[in-house]
């Protein structure tokens, strides 16, 4: 088992390379890819802050690299995305794919407790077992230096990462994000089945009770929603979280963008602010 990173393709773009690995998780126990955006290097010695970015359900590695068109300012600005896949793959294990927004290709960035589902383990492997990856394979990347953004799913998987985790991270964004899920029915499945029963273990990974607890976060948190997005009232709750926020002193800015939907259309839209967003957080850091 090679738990070192194999490059299995390589395209430039905007002066850098978007680069795609495969690589043996012991973490979640099956092969998994990422893609890297490089940008162009000044100096061989140069060393690159990273930003990871968490898709959401039924999405891989490819989603965000193909059609966000992060690459541009991320080129400009110095900064190298990664992108890692959103479940474990090819374990097999029975009802994994039978629903679309549960199992494969939906992680929801938890450690599964459910003995069914222990390889369901995305918290550790973006938190953990990626950052460590990359500090011993890329010495171009400078992980110390790392911020974290997502949609949909992944900006619940960011948002909770980053709060859980705010020595580890410089700033958090988010498009769209499931931002209260013990309230909303994908939350609801998910944690049932990944976590079991136990609610206690739910509020673990809901970034609208995280926040009540966060205590210096200093930098603002971004969060971006589309207006016509057809899972904004039952399923995403930005205004839950922004409450929290608020009595809880954390700084958000939340801004609803009229007639965008729940796409990657949505999101390559205002790409850009959220690089920028975590280009000038990664500076001061």
């Known amino acids: 088992m090679d738990t070192k ?31 890297i955006y490089f940008p162009p290097s000044p100096s061989p010695s140069h060393k690159f802050p990273v930003l990871y970015w968490l898709s959401g ?58 003995e069914k589902w222990k390889n369901w383990r995305m918290y550790d492997y973006v938190v953990k077992e990626l950052p460590e990856l990359l500090s011993n394979n890329f010495p171009q990347l400078e992980t110390t230096k790392a911020s974290i953004f997502g949609h949909s799913m992944g900006g619940h998987g960011a948002l909770i990462i980053y709060l859980k985790n705010l020595d580890i991270y410089k700033s958090v964004s988010a498009f769209a994000p499931i931002a209260n899920p013990i309230n909303c029915p994908w939350g609801q499945k998910a944690f049932t089945n990944y976590l079991g029963g136990n609610k206690s273990d739910w509020e673990e990974y809901d970034a609208t009770l995280l926040v009540t607890k966060s ?20 399923q995403l709750l930005p205004h839950k979280f922004e409450e929290a926020c608020r009595n809880a ?25 959220h690089i920028r967003h975590h280009a000038q957080a990664l500076r001061l850091g």
């Open 249 to 273: 002193n954390v700084p958000l800015l939340l801004r609803f963008q009229p007639g965008y939907d729940h796409s990657y259309y949505f999101i390559a839209t205002f790409i850009d602010d």
């Open 215 to 234: 205590r210096n976060v200093s930098t603002t948190i971004l969060i971006d929603q589309g207006e016509d997005d057809k899972f904004l009232p039952d």
């Open 5 to 35: 990173p194999t490059e299995i393709s390589s395209s430039k773009m905007f002066g850098g390379y978007n680069k795609r690995y495969k690589h043996f998780s012991p973490t979640l126990g099956c092969s998994m890819t990422f893609y």
């Open 57 to 114: 359900l039924t999405c891989t590695d490819e989603n965000f690299i193909i059609k966000s068109g992060a690459q541009r300012v991320a080129s400009s600005d110095g900064i190298a995305l990664v992108a890692p896949d959103t479940s474990p793959r090819g374990l097999n294990v029975e009802g994994e794919a039978d629903s679309w927004d549960f199992g494969v290709g939906a992680g929801f960035y938890v450690n599964a407790k459910q």
